[in-house]
């Protein structure tokens, strides 16, 4: 079956802290080889009404352009430490929310809700393993917080929780641009609305896989791959010539 090739966690316009129109967006993500985003933006910056926009827009360029567009909402709790993307068109369920609740209500209501950047602020500290049934993944690999190799916390507690383990570009722009993916099967035909709620369910069914680099990303911990991760520069060595390969189909394009 064929597979999409999404760029995941992307911060468009909507955001307080991307300047990235959605069709600017369209137009490098799919010059970098995806095949739609899933695009994640803010709750600080959203209400019910700006909600509404960024769906109906998602559904007007994805139907105009054949970019597959996933509109979600990335949350962040009272203190701002958890944050977490929730995908689908579930409700607006308000500006920094207990995830505790969150977690829960978008199960409910069909979205797909994933743990972002342990790394950062050390939100892994506040992870609570009772939200595991409820979440749908746990970003192992953030362009933005994780930088060059994955995250051992991560991939040790998907492996544990049997938790799909998830990448994440946190595109607010070309900085995050990585070789990760979420892979998910390409949806029958259909309108943008019809083939992102494909997608969601997809997700939530752990029908997906994270990659990076080509590579299924729970892989980056075991074996030479894993040993190499650890290694820094090894890593590195190993990176660089992809990761200039990118950069070099982007160059002019943003
Ligand atoms: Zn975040
Ligand atoms: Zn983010």
Redesign the pocket.
């Known amino acids: 079956m064929r597979e999409l090739r999404l760029a995941p ?1 992307i911060h468009s316009s909507f955001s307080d802290d991307s300047d990235w129109e959605l069709p600017r967006l369209i137009r490098v993500l799919r010059r970098a080889g995806f095949d739609g985003a899933l695009v994640c933006d ?1 709750d600080r910056t959203m209400d019910a009404g700006t909600w509404a926009r960024i769906q109906h827009e998602c559904d007007r360029l994805g139907d105009d352009t054949g970019f597959l567009l996933v509109p979600g909402i ?1 949350y ?1 709790d009272p203190d701002h430490i958890v ?1 977490l ?1 929730v995908f689908g068109r579930a409700p607006f369920y308000g500006r920094s929310p207990i995830i505790d609740d969150v977690v829960r209500r978008a199960r409910e209501d069909g979205a797909a809700a994933i743990f ?2 342990p790394q ?1 602020r050390e939100a892994w500290r506040r992870f609570d393993p009772a939200w595991a049934p409820y979440l749908t993944g746990i970003e192992a690999w ?1 362009r ?2 994780d930088g060059v190799r994955p995250n051992t916390w991560a991939l040790a507690q998907a492996e544990q929780l049997g938790l799909p383990a998830t990448v994440a570009l ?1 595109w607010h722009g070309t900085r995050q641009l990585y070789p990760l993916a979420l892979r998910v099967p390409s949806p029958p035909r259909g309108d943008n609305r019809q083939r992102s709620g494909a997608v969601v369910s997809s997700m939530l069914a752990g029908r997906m896989r994270a990659t990076a680099f080509g590579i299924d990303v729970a892989r980056f911990d075991q074996g030479p791959l894993g040993r190499s991760t650890r290694g820094f520069e090894s890593l590195r060595t190993w990176a660089a010539p992809k990761v200039r390969q990118i950069e070099n189909s982007l160059r002019g394009q943003s």
């Open positions: 966690h803010h990335e962040q944050h993307p972002a950047h950062r953030n933005k917080y946190d």
